[in-house]
């Protein structure tokens, strides 16, 4: 079976579970043609991602011309389904905050992509994130009858659903995946009572060859990672404050973070007036070997992010058996357990977070090893890659079925038995009542 995968911005740093999700499809014998509005290949340092830019196609590097004459061909082929992906455009593009006219871009890409996935043979079209890629598989779809489906991780999502319209998105799509239980909470918040069963649970994973048993926790000075990109709805200039207050009780205590961003300077600039310059290390973006061996060489993993999906950094750190500090929001409560994985804060408390982080300094190496098994045993069973990508790989071909015979996806019973999703990540029409 051959299927599209379609991303804003593909291959980047940030997105590398969309690489391994896509491998781990292939291993399980699907085809999979990678697809992305644009590239981020400056930002690339991992082999892994590089290697993928070489196999994505840029729609907007193929340039105005070749895209309007994509767009005139597509119109013309099937006037009727034209102008009903034009009025869905124009629809979804006043609802939202960028307006028709960018939608009417997204429609011309769409007109481009409805072309390469007949010529493809393409089956099913699979976005990342409800934002402009899932609207352009919706667009994409109207024109080309390929069934598609989308992932929505949020924040930026849950953010913004009505200018999303991802009422229409759930709607329309064969299905709809959120990554944790909270994030489907949220979908079934803004979505017809009608479209519920078609809202699966089906997380993020990682792979769990790449974590052999954990190194030992080194003697000595504690020593957290944060790593993420540097932007507001991750929590890092908090984060500073919070390390000024904890290195009172702990001060040789060591932080590291670990990503770049657009906050870089403003984060710089607060770790020199709170005179940690000796405390704070930023290493910019790593591949990911090398972030592995940040977290081996950690006592504990540190997240104070504001909003989040399901965090795949707290999914590696706890697969190599580190515990984690991390803010109660989104699906981190899924992940992490008070007392028993980590330390659970508030979001945007500085007291609180300083006060867990002093705590990992002083909690026994011998606990925070513990801790660490926990979670490692926890991440392991419920977030291997493989099994995830055989939830998805249910859908797609229930999908696929449902093209030739309308049956509808995989029902609950399958998804209970484990062919179809999670063990409680669908819920049937009474279990929803």
């Excluded at 379609?6 to 690489?19: A, D, E, G, M, V």
């Excluded at 390929?146 to 924040?155: A, K, Q, Y």
């Excluded at 489907?184 to 519920?196: G, I, M, P, T, Y």
């Excluded at 992490?336 to 026994?364: E, I, K, R, S, Y």
């Amino acid at each position: 079976m051959r299927v599209a995968y379609l991303i804003n911005t593909y291959p980047k740093p940030s997105h590398s579970f969309i690489r391994r999700e896509i491998h781990a499809l292939e291993r399980q014998g699907f085809e999979v043609n990678r697809f992305a509005l644009r590239g981020d290949s400056a930002a690339l340092v991992d082999p892994a991602d590089l290697l993928e830019s070489d196999r994505t196609e840029l729609v907007l590097d193929k340039g105005v011309a070749r895209i309007a004459f994509a767009t005139a061909a597509e119109i013309l082929r099937k006037p009727l389904d034209g102008l009903a992906a034009l009025r869905l455009a124009v629809a979804t593009g006043r609802r939202s905050s960028s307006g028709v006219a960018r939608h009417l871009v997204y429609l011309a890409e769409a007109c481009y992509l409805a072309r390469r996935f007949r010529r493809l043979g393409i089956a099913h079209v699979h976005a990342h994130f409800g934002t402009n890629s899932a609207t352009v598989a919706m667009l994409a779809a109207a024109l080309s009858g390929v069934r598609w489906s989308f992932t929505v991780h949020g924040p930026e999502e849950f953010d913004a659903p009505a200018a999303l319209s991802l009422d229409e998105k759930i709607r329309r799509a064969a299905f709809t995946v959120a990554v944790s239980s909270f994030g489907r909470s949220q979908l079934c918040r803004w979505a017809e009572f009608a479209d519920w069963s078609r809202i699966r649970v089906v997380p993020c994973g990682i792979e769990p060859g790449r974590f052999p048993e954990p190194a030992p926790l080194t003697e000595g000075a504690t020593t957290l990672v944060a790593i993420g990109r540097f932007v507001e709805q991750k929590g890092q200039l908090l984060l500073i404050d919070a390390m000024a207050r904890a290195v009172i009780a702990a001060p040789k205590l060591q932080l590291r973070l670990v990503g770049d961003g657009e906050l870089r300077p403003e984060i710089e600039t607060a770790i020199r007036k709170q005179g940690l310059e000796a405390n704070v290390t930023i290493t910019g973006w790593l591949d990911e070997a090398q972030v592995r061996a940040e977290l081996a060489a950690c006592h504990a993993l540190v997240m104070p992010s504001f909003a989040e999906g399901l965090p795949m950094v707290i999914m590696e750190a706890m697969a190599a058996g580190r515990p984690v500090v991390a803010t109660s929001i989104a699906g981190i409560p899924e992940l992490v357990a008070q007392n028993a994985t980590g330390w659970l804060v508030p979001a945007g408390d500085v007291v609180a977070m300083a006060d867990a982080m002093a705590a990992v300094c002083t909690t026994p190496r011998a606990r925070l090893a513990a801790m660490g098994a926990a979670g490692r045993i926890v991440v392991l069973e419920r977030h291997d890659v493989d099994a995830a990508a055989a939830l998805l790989a249910t859908q797609f071909r229930a999908a696929a079925r449902a093209q030739l015979t309308a049956s509808p996806p995989a029902s609950d019973e399958e998804v209970q038995s484990g062919r179809g999703d999670l063990p409680g990540g669908a819920v049937s029409k009474e279990r929803a009542a």
